[in-house]
């Protein structure tokens, strides 16, 4: 069946499902492959379920007047997407990044939305299926997009451009990050910079944080670059206060003034400077900027503060890597208090690095004095160090259980496949 063909059916059915535990009646269900499973199988469940069609690519479940077969049903998802999304003129923003990236979209969102029709991606659905989920989403009304676009390997960035056909862009960061997939930190520029490379062929405006520059140098050549940072660049910002709340002080280019977050950590400063920038290219009044951040709260894991008792917790667990994790230890090391508490989870895809970086990793910790250290599994358990050690979060947790720590300070952080957060389960 033709992409057009296909997309007339789309437009009387515009709903997409994946997943046949979620269905609803008059989805369009498309039967993906994984490495445990093959969709085609469930075809007629989703059928029977009230599906009104199912897309395959195996001939023996071709079984229905309503199942539409294709060569591979991942690749007509996302040219069906590319389809859809080229029947809007509309700005589409994409955002990459080693870290930031997800909190940088939903600020920018917030943003956005405060006065714009905003589509935008849903959680972290930020790769080859989530993308063109997110597209599809996209309704007659919208008014702007804004995509999240992740990857751990070269290549992969270009190939989400060729559907996504973004206008503008962003790149929080490029730092050490899949350094198993990409190839060491300048695989990593490269993969990123796929998305500068996109915006330079087809005439798009790059927003780039000044600061940086490998991302100054990433750049040349696009013809419309606007810059945000703490010097050089037409919105400028500053950190004025982060105990523990981060406050902001925009210093130029926007009348603004100062930005009380919910969001815990100078490192995101850079992620509030790009929302802020962003919503004065889009001319989002100053007062809905400045009340769309300032009421963003953080969710699933991310920068976020919470009170326990007399305890305070900084859960950053959604995920880490070396430059995020340095970060997030060197942040709060400078807040005040002396009862603190690091509970780190190893860092994963550092593919033959991992050893080192994870070394630097401890070099880190050593350079300030804490009530306890607790590291947990993966290669900080091939490393001698003096620090309290578990194989998974489930013995950290029993651990802090049996402690009854009062007016301490922590900070949880680790991999998403080390799951941190479930040390703060009951």
């Not at 930190?185 to 600061?211: P, S």
């Not at 910002?237 to 002080?249: F, H, I, K, Q």
């Not at 651990?399 to 952080?413: D, R, V, Y």
Request: glycine content about 8%.
């Amino acid at each position: 069946m033709l992409i057009e063909e296909l997309y007339k059916i789309f437009l009387q059915h515009p709903s997409i499902q994946t997943d046949t535990r979620k269905l609803k009646t008059g989805d369009i269900f498309f039967a993906l492959k994984g490495d445990n499973f093959n969709g085609n199988e469930f075809a007629k469940k989703a059928l029977d379920n009230g599906a009104a069609y199912a897309v395959i690519d195996e001939k023996e479940f071709n079984t229905s007047p309503k199942t539409i077969l294709v060569d591979d049903v991942l690749i007509t998802l996302q040219q069906l997407a590319k389809y859809h999304r080229k029947q809007f003129a509309i700005p589409v923003i994409a955002i990459t990044g080693s870290n930031g990236k997800t909190t940088t979209k939903e600020l920018i969102h917030v943003v956005l939305s405060s006065s714009l029709k905003t589509y935008t991606t849903e959680g972290n659905l930020n790769n080859h299926i989530g993308i063109p989920l997110t597209l599809l989403k996209i309704k007659a009304d919208a008014e702007i997009a804004v995509i999240e676009m992740g990857a751990n390997h070269q290549k992969e960035i270009e190939s989400y451009c060729a559907y996504t056909l973004p206008t503008h862009g962003l790149i929080t960061n490029c730092g050490k990050a899949h350094l198993e997939g990409f190839g060491g930190i300048l695989g990593v520029r490269k993969g990123k910079g796929e998305l500068f490379d996109y915006l330079r062929t087809n005439n798009g405006v790059a927003f780039v944080m000044w600061d940086y520059d490998y991302l100054q140098e990433m750049s040349i050549g696009i013809s419309s670059i606007i810059k945000y940072g703490t010097s050089q660049a037409a919105i400028e910002g500053t950190v004025e206060n982060s105990a523990p709340y981060l406050s902001v002080d925009i210093m130029k280019g926007s009348e603004i003034g100062k930005i009380n977050t919910q969001l815990v950590g100078e490192y995101n400063l850079p992620n509030i400077l790009a929302a802020v920038t962003i919503g004065k290219y889009f001319n989002i009044p100053v007062a809905n900027i400045k009340t769309a951040i300032e009421s963003y709260t953080p969710s699933n894991s991310r920068s976020q503060l919470i009170e326990k008792g007399s305890n305070k917790i900084i859960l950053d667990a959604y995920n880490a890597n070396p430059t995020s994790l340095k970060l997030a230890i060197e942040n709060f090391s400078k807040l005040n208090g002396e009862n603190k508490i690091l509970m780190l989870g190893a860092m994963a895809e550092l593919g033959t690095d991992s050893i080192e970086e994870h070394k630097e990793i401890i070099d880190t910790i050593n350079q300030n004095k804490w009530k306890a250290v607790v590291l947990v599994g993966g290669d900080f358990l091939q490393i001698k160090h003096p620090y309290i050690s578990f194989t998974n979060s489930t013995e950290a947790k029993e651990w802090l259980k049996e402690q009854h720590f009062e007016n301490t300070q922590f900070l949880i952080k680790g991999s998403r496949s080390i799951k941190m957060e479930k040390v703060l389960e009951q």
